[in-house]
């Protein structure tokens, strides 16, 4: 399958397969996850179809901010749990699997569930140019 064709997102929104909804709004839908790392492992996306963050527009993406700290409180209440990440994978090698945006809320427990990290950090390079850089790409 490619990036670019429809994924099993555009069925969940479109209601022709099922899933768990906890939460919905003009331009978010939010779902349990079919294969959680952790009680409560949550998929928020909006709406519009983008496959990447970077492509998805400001209306959607301010949609998507609005809801996460309401829905991550309503995971903890839920839940219980007292930590959580959010994951937003995009691209095959940052392992994205659906092609269409989203956000897990993962919440992490005593006993360690939910999403486990290596951390690989290195050390800050070129740090002058690449601020100046990311400065002027951005549009
Ligand atoms: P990604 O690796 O793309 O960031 O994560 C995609 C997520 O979508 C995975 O955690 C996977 O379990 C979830 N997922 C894939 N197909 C379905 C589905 O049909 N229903 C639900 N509820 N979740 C799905």
Known sequence: MSEHDPTIFDAILAGDIPCHRVYEDDHVLAFLD?????RGHVLVIPKERARFMHELSEESAAALGRVLPKLCKAVMAATGCEHYNLLQNN???AHQAVFHVHVHIIPKFEDDSGLCIEW???????????TQAIREAIT
């Open 120 to 130: 690989d950090s290195g050390s800050l390079e070129d740090s002058e140019h690449l």
């Open 91 to 93: 691209g095959a090698p």
């Open 34 to 38: 079919i294969n959680p790392l952790s």
